[in-house]
């Protein structure tokens, strides 16, 4: 085979398993609006959907790790490119975490429908999906037009969904001490949120993968991540 | 090179990579049974020290992935080799977010100190956390030891984990309606249960990937995974 025919074969592997990956996200990203909107309207009929959806994520995300695999194995891809392959498969586990979450919202919506609703939780819930959406879609965006600086600022915008979180964690805890009625609801709400704020440190997590992969620097320390419950405000309430 | 030099080096690099996959599950099973420990006896000296441990546990899986991504395109391995490649990579990942839930712990503690005990929660919560460690040293023998066997196992336990978190959660429950003092704390021993049943997750996923490379197969469907809230109990609560 010759050299060129080579590298074709390469790039046009890696062009599928990149649809494949927008594929994933665009699903994502639909399933985060949906479940926000399903628990918003109490609308079981859209979280069942949102539910019966999740398994095409997967699926897409068995099928990213396949093609990831065999791209290596048959084209053995070179320095650039290799890190381009496991940068893929990176992304796509924290696609697919992130379509868990989805998936979780839309459960414990079925659920919240059959508790008494805390005033104003689901649409501040809604509105902490849509700011993450919106940084998943950048996220995926400044990684097909590989642009460091759109990841920067979805990097900067997880502060944002941050705070978004530690307002409505002093907003359920009220609202539990008010009335213990709302105690269950409101642990499922603070999953929930929780969940999103999660939501959230995943696109971080993409956003770095492609400052990486942009630069060749990872971003340094004082990443956000993880688990993050506002311990300054819960300190102040003790 | 000759072809028997080669094979050498592919074989010394994996075993150098198993050694540092072996070092972060150790670290990881003492950072989980710390945090445990600093939890009930409120010992934050401890719990500080399982926060700065972390930092370890993220730099092994940073050269862990140094290292697979040189493998990778340096020796090209072939089929077998290459999938103990990448399953080295998903375990490690595994290993990370497991160690961050231990410091997540950690970081918990050193607020509920502050606060009122909740009777007999940080107990319970110790035993799940021994539970899970064993889960996970089990998970990391199979590994080593290519065992098919012993990693079901550790899958088939991860259902008294699961158990055990929905014990607490009906617990933390009753202690909430009871008197709302208890509402913070028990919405910090909460996450810090969920973590820990998130930690069996993660075992679970582990003795997958080692069912699949001895197998060929992946154990199918009802996997136990991600966030799974007892929705029946908190049904008949309503």
């Given amino acids: 085979m010759a050299e060129n025919d080579f590298t074709l074969g390469l790039d046009r592997d890696l062009e599928e398993v990149q649809t494949h990956i927008m594929k994933m996200g665009g699903l994502v990203e639909a ?14 009929e859209l979280a069942d959907e949102v539910r019966r959806n999740d398994k095409l994520i997967d699926e897409l995300e068995q099928t ?6 065999r791209v ?3 084209r053995q891809p070179a320095a650039k490119d290799l890190r381009t392959v496991l940068t893929v498969m990176k992304i796509s586990t924290h696609l697919e975490r992130c379509g868990d979450y989805a998936k979780n ?27 993450v959406e919106m940084m998943m879609k ?24 941050d705070q ?14 008010e ?9 499922h709400l603070h999953f929930i949120a929780k969940n999103i704020e999660r939501m ?10 492609v400052i990486y992969q942009v630069t060749g620097d990872m971003p340094d320390e004082n990443r956000p991540k993880g688990d993050r419950t506002p311990y300054a405000s819960v300190e102040a309430e003790k």
């Fill in 31 to 44: 399933a985060i609006l949906a479940s926000a909107k399903a628990l918003e309207e109490r609308d079981t």
């Fill in 64 to 69: 990213v790790n396949e093609e990831c695999a």
């Fill in 72 to 74: 290596i194995a048959l």
């Fill in 105 to 131: 919202l839309a459960k414990r919506t079925t659920v919240l429908v059959q508790l008494q609703p805390v005033e104003g939780a689901a649409r501040s819930i809604r509105r902490m999906a849509r700011e």
């Fill in 138 to 161: 950048d996220a995926l965006d400044a990684y097909i037009q590989r642009d460091a600086e759109l990841a920067a600022d979805v990097r900067a915008r997880d502060q944002d969904v």
């Fill in 164 to 177: 978004m979180y530690n307002a409505l964690f002093r907003e359920f805890l009220t609202h539990m001490m």
């Fill in 179 to 187: 009335d213990p009625r709302n105690i269950t609801a409101c642990m």
């Fill in 200 to 209: 959230g440190d995943h696109c971080t997590s993409i956003a770095e993968q």
